[in-house]
């Protein structure tokens, strides 16, 4: 692992020591492989109209062109026209795209990983419909592949391969379970061999958000169901859908469902994590190869139904609120009632942010930028503008779904000295549980 | 009446009166669009004008052309211009036959060498000798040649002779041409139409007669005072042609309202004549203002446009079996394509897994 | 052969020729590449896929407010030459007898001069569109020659059309084969370019909207 910078002065990590071409090769060849009908029908929509730039943060904020949503798909736009569209042998033939060099990988790493968060707000601006945020993380396989990843997001990717997760060692989880469960005064189930309700964490809960590991077992004690914590299966952030690495990806995904068909689960429930939302509730099939026999839930879904249901009943809390809608949840993943509706049977008052539901903005954080310190300053920028609308709304509480979001909120509130503490729905719930 | 007769002495002799006489030259002036105050010279041109030797040749033609000229519904001075020069020979008016025939235009061409002008009406043969179509067993290629040598213009009446007609339209089996592929520099005027006007060919010859040279003349040799404006640009329908107002049938309400003819084949916008304005049968109507489309007959190749009933703006030619075969091809070649990016997917497949070890 | 029957005849069956087969090779060429097969099961009360297709399709029409903010020049404009490109294209008498022949269909065409001054105000917006393409910082780093050559062979069509309609610069027959020749050239270039975009933005935004649908997610 090394980090380095190009000619024209852009750092890049790169990560092995195979040579340039190989790794070009590879990155190409992997972008190419997983090539379907639909991302070829977007590789082919673009019209350059340049609208995808005014709904992405990072454009917004610094008004750099580098930074329009479809620019960074550029090498493997090149890749795509000279390697698998329709055309691909009059491109070659004539020379009409050119190969791609490694130096404009190495270019790209940071428009890729720093400068997008996978949130995926340009798709919402397309007029053509493209899904670009997908195309993306096509991409980020292609340079994963290539090994050329920013470090701090290998470092995870390496972690989560020998440990199974990429905040702790699986053999420590239930000694991390049970100490938040006695710490925090709450019974709490790990690894019982039978359960109707598998829960899974992601790595926030593991470490910032411990209270969020007793939060959920109080809500579900109230309940008395039948649920358990799992050392065999429970990350479900899935780092390598944020890296391209689409093997730990499957393979994430696979242990995760394995370990709770095992343990006999109907229901598995994901963590306040957003990108745990977008790869086990809508990907994990792709990679289990078939329909799985289990209901994947997030936690906001979990505590809507409750509250509908009145299987939970909350101590109204009689205040405003506004609420930071997690980008994998609310815009690609279609759970906007779900917080609201948790949110109005907590007696908060909400009122809404500018852009808020699918259009709202990213925490700036999402698809690993929170976790590359190289994209501080931009994460720090797509901030100001989250914090511009927040302060508009002039309510008592912030709260929002997921851990990362959390964190990057948090991050970005200290950096600028913001007195606004970022809350978590599942807290403000278990917090407020009628006895 | 003798050659040097003047047009003057004729119009007396004829009894028309001076103020006729000027009525028609300032008709003349005006229907070519002359600058004003150009009557009073075409006039006085016309008055001192010598009678002109004319010869009329007709080769691959109906006598339409002829038939048009002459049968005006009422003897007028356009009669007298005809009657006026000296049509020295021309098959089909002569009193005389054969030999006879041939011999005045011999004749005439040696009386007036340098000066004669010949009007050609049809088209000329050249496929094989142009042996499809002689008169008195002389070949119309030969006898234009022999006749052209001489000339001092040549007139090129109908569209036949103008740009080869009918006996041109595909597949031209005598390998008709226009006189102007054949004229070899003589200076030309082409007067198209199926026929042309008769008030056309007057208002040429009378300006040929007095002022002694050719009127300004358009890329095909058409007189611009006749030929410079489509008939679309003057038709009195066009208004419905602006406001979208089309007959879909010729016997529709759209017909009997008299709307614009375009959706019917009507081929007014790329027709340069004065039918619009000049009218036929003594200013009556033309075939628009009797319901019928323009066919653009005094246009190059207008049998060979597509069918008169087909919409200016349709595509030429059958062009189904060319889709059809582009379809089919592209079909392919997109159906390949696919299969070799999947190829390509595959074998990039082997390569990675390769690369992971 | 004139240059109009030359432009009515061969250069317009080549055109369509190539046309027709480069449209079908592209089209072809992508759909048959393996699908994308959503095994996840759909949010409770999400459309079959037809209808968030549909929803795609139509729904992607109408942009949302909050990206007007910086967009707007580009949706409006963009609104205004295609609206005017479409009432050129299919309300002009003369363009409708053309597509009755290809197609066998018809339907009633408005005023020419309404047509002219809508064709001139698409051509004043087309040359907006390539004015903020050249100014742009955005647009000029992510155009390609595509773009401009697309630009090109869409405003010839308008800018001939309106040459012939109004007679200005040769006579009348010549401004049509020049307009009837730029429509083959817009036609040979449309399936290889961006124009293309008139059809694939049916499988585009159907694409997107069936997976967001899929999801019970806003499009």
Avoid at chain 2, 174 to 191: C, D, M, R, W, Y
Avoid at chain 3, 117 to 123: C, E, R
Avoid at chain 3, 159 to 183: D, K, N, Q
């Amino acid at each position: 692992m090394t980090a380095k910078t190009t000619a024209s002065g852009i750092a890049y990590d790169v990560q092995g020591d195979r040579p340039d071409v190989e790794r070009r090769d590879a990155a190409l060849q992997a972008f190419v492989r997983d090539f379907a009908a639909t991302a070829a029908i977007h590789m082919e929509s673009c019209l350059r109209c340049g609208m995808c730039a005014t709904a992405c943060q990072y454009y917004v904020t610094t008004a750099d062109p580098k930074y329009t949503p479809i620019n960074k798909l550029k090498p493997f736009e090149q890749a795509y026209h000279r390697h698998v569209g329709p055309f691909a042998p009059v491109y070659r033939f004539l020379g009409l795209s050119a190969n791609v060099g490694i130096d404009m990988l190495q270019e790209w790493e940071a428009l890729l990983f720093d400068a997008c968060s996978l949130c995926g707000r340009c798709t919402l601006a397309c007029p053509m419909g493209i899904d670009i945020a997908e195309l993306i993380k096509e991409a980020r396989h292609g340079m994963y592949m290539a090994g050329l990843v920013p470090d701090r997001l290998e470092l995870m990717d390496r972690t989560a391969k020998a440990w199974g997760s990429p905040a702790t060692p699986a053999d420590d989880f239930a000694d991390i379970i049970r100490e938040a469960g006695e710490a925090n005064h709450v019974p709490v189930n790990v690894d019982l061999p039978k359960a109707d309700y598998v829960i899974t964490t992601a790595p926030a809960e593991l470490t910032e958000h411990t209270k969020a590991l007793t939060d959920i077992a109080k809500i579900l004690n109230k309940m008395g169901l039948n649920w358990t914590y799992s050392s065999e299966g429970f990350e479900a952030s899935n780092i390598g859908y944020i890296n391209g690495d689409l093997e730990l990806q499957e393979k994430m995904t696979r242990k995760m469902i394995d370990n709770a068909l095992a343990i006999g689960a109907h229901t598995l429930i994901l963590p306040e994590c957003g990108h745990a939302y977008g790869a086990a509730r809508w990907e994990a099939a792709r990679w289990y190869g078939k329909e799985i026999p289990l209901r994947i839930i997030h936690m906001t879904e979990f505590l809507g139904e409750s509250v509908a249901s009145g299987k939970i009943k909350l101590k109204p809390i009689g205040e405003t609120a506004t609420f930071h809608d997690p980008c994998q949840l609310a815009r690609r993943g279609g759970v906007t009632e779900a917080p609201r509706a948790v949110l109005k049977a907590l007696g908060l008052e909400l009122t809404e942010l500018q852009d808020h539901g699918a259009l709202g903005w990213c925490c700036g954080g999402g698809g690993g930028v929170v976790s590359n310190v190289r994209a501080d300053p931009l994460r720090f920028k797509a901030f100001e503008l989250k914090k511009q609308q927040v302060e508009a709304t002039n309510t008592q509480h912030f709260v929002t779904a997921c851990g990362q979001c959390r964190i990057t909120l948090t991050l970005g509130a200290k950096k600028f000295k913001w007195d606004r503490k970022v809350e978590s729905l599942l807290e403000l719930v278990a917090d407020n549980l009628e006895d | 009446m003798k050659h040097d007769e003047t047009l003057d002495a004729l119009i007396e002799r004829r009894g028309v009166s001076r103020r006729a006489f000027l009525k028609y030259a300032s008709y003349v002036a005006t229907l070519m669009a002359l600058p004003p105050g150009s009557a009073a010279a075409l006039a006085e041109g016309l008055a001192k004008a010598k009678r002109q030797s004319v010869i009329w040749l007709s080769f691959q033609e109906c006598t339409g052309c002829t038939e048009s000229i002459t049968r005006s519904s009422s003897p007028t001075l356009e009669n007298l211009i005809f009657n006026f020069i000296s049509l020295d020979y021309h098959h089909t008016l002569m009193a005389v036959s054969g030999e006879a025939a041939e011999r005045a235009r011999v004749e005439a061409m040696q009386a007036n060498k340098g000066k004669y002008i010949v009007v050609v009406d049809g088209a000329v043969p050249t496929k094989d000798g142009g042996v499809y179509s002689t008169i008195a067993g002389v070949s119309n290629l030969q006898m234009l040649e022999e006749t052209l040598r001489d000339a001092y213009a040549v007139v090129a009446v109908g569209t036949c002779a103008a740009f080869g007609g009918i006996p041109k339209a595909d597949p031209n089996p005598t390998g008709a041409v226009a006189i102007s592929e054949l004229s070899g520099g003589k200076p030309l005027i082409n007067i198209p139409g199926c026929p042309p006007i008769p008030e056309a060919m007057t208002g040429v010859l009378s300006y040929v007669l007095s002022f002694g040279k050719l009127p300004e003349l358009d890329h095909f040799g058409r007189p611009k005072a006749f030929y410079g404006e489509t008939i679309h640009d003057r038709c009195y329908r066009r208004p419905f042609y602006e406001r979208g107002l089309f007959a879909d049938g010729f016997d529709d309400e759209g017909a009997r309202q008299g709307y614009c003819l375009y959706k019917l084949g009507c081929k007014g916008p790329t027709t340069y004549n004065a039918c619009a304005t000049l009218k036929w049968n003594g200013g009556v109507s033309f075939p628009i203002q009797s319901g019928h489309g323009c066919l653009g007959c005094s246009e190059p190749d207008f049998w060979d446009r597509g069918g008169f009933y087909r919409p200016l703006p349709t595509p030429l030619g059958a062009m189904g079996p060319a889709l059809a075969g582009a379809a089919i091809a592209g079909a392919a070649l997109g159906i390949g394509a696919a299969v070799a990016a999947r190829s390509h997917r595959n074998g990039a497949s082997a390569t990675t897994g390769k690369d992971k070890e | 052969m004139d240059l109009l029957a030359f432009a009515r005849g061969p250069a317009l069956t080549f055109a369509l020729a190539v046309f027709v087969l480069g449209s079908l090779w592209r089209l072809i060429g992508i759909l048959a590449l393996p699908p994308w097969r959503d095994l996840s099961p759909a949010r409770e009360g999400a459309p079959p896929d037809w209808l968030a297709a549909l929803q795609g399709i139509f729904g992607k029409m109408i942009p949302h407010k909050t990206f007007l903010k910086g967009g707007m020049f580009a949706i409006v404009n963009g609104y205004v030459f295609h609206i005017g490109l479409a009432i050129c294209v299919f309300a002009f008498a003369p363009h409708i007898l053309f597509l009755k022949s290809l197609f066998g269909l018809s339907w009633p065409g408005l005023p020419n001069g309404l047509v002219f001054a809508v064709g001139a105000l698409t051509a004043g917006s087309l040359l907006a569109a390539l004015a903020y393409r050249l100014t742009s910082p955005v647009l000029k780093l992510i155009s390609r020659g595509d773009d401009y050559v697309s630009w090109l062979l869409t405003f010839l069509p308008v800018i001939t059309g309106l040459a012939a309609a109004s007679h200005i610069g040769a006579r009348y027959e010549t401004l049509l084969a020049l307009h009837v020749l730029s429509i083959c050239a817009f036609l040979i270039w449309f399936p290889f370019g961006k124009l293309m975009h008139a059809v694939l933005f049916v499988f585009s935004r159907g694409a997107t909207g069936i997976r967001f649908r899929h999801r019970g997610a806003q499009l």
